[in-house]
């Protein structure tokens, strides 16, 4: 069977990172990261998507059995993604990432109005096991998010070598802080929606 890959940021695409359609319906073209309900997730042009994409040069190598820089990386997918559909469509042709749950997340969160954090404009479909932290919890290890299920979230730095991450589904808005590579996660906000 013919591997298939996304249109729009050329992951292989397998039954469980299909992206869906406004009607909740499988699309066979674009993985779930990229687009969801029927929208892209993000109004990337190529060279951000790229830009974006990098940050996974590590996993590609495993996968791919190479040793390329972040820089090697980018450079090789600004090569390959002229050949995806997605950025050989015309910019009037692509359906924009206007998601009303995902402007509704961003207003949400935003309205926490997290001390030092500063607001978002965007959100990203990531992956749990991706974003799923460890954290302290009365001497306990937890972890709250499912490693299966995807998010609507971000990352945004605060300036300190710490990080905000930001995590939403239909039922709960996640807001911690940590350090590289996740160290030291805490939980800043975790809230249930209405």
């Not at 992951?11 to 892209?40: H, W």
């Not at 300190?160 to 160290?183: H, Q, S, T, W």
């Amino acid at each position: 069977m013919e591997q298939k890959f996304c249109q729009s940021c050329g992951m292989p695409l397998t039954p469980e990172v299909l992206g869906t359609e406004a009607d909740g319906s499988k699309n066979e073209e674009y993985c779930i990261y990229c687009y969801k309900d029927g929208a892209f997730t993000g109004d990337f042009t190529m060279e951000e998507m790229a830009d974006f994409c990098a940050q996974f040069v590590d996993d590609f190598n495993k996968n791919a059995g190479q040793n390329l820089s972040r820089e090697e990386y980018r450079k090789m997918l600004l090569q390959y993604y002229p050949n995806l559909k997605r950025w050989r469509l015309p910019a009037d042709k692509l359906p924009h990432a206007t998601s009303p749950i995902k402007q509704q997340f961003i207003d949400e969160v935003n309205a926490l109005a997290v001390n030092g954090m500063p607001r978002i404009d965007n959100l990203f479909v990531l992956q749990g096991s991706f974003i799923n932290q460890t954290y302290h919890i009365n001497g306990n290890a937890v972890k709250l998010l499912d490693d299966n299920a995807s998010y609507w979230g971000t990352q945004v730095e605060k300036g300190d070598g710490r990080c905000f991450g930001v995590a939403c589904d239909e039922n709960y808005i996640l807001v911690c802080e940590y350090g590289k590579d996740g160290a030291d996660a805490e939980i800043v906000v975790f809230k249930r929606r209405k």
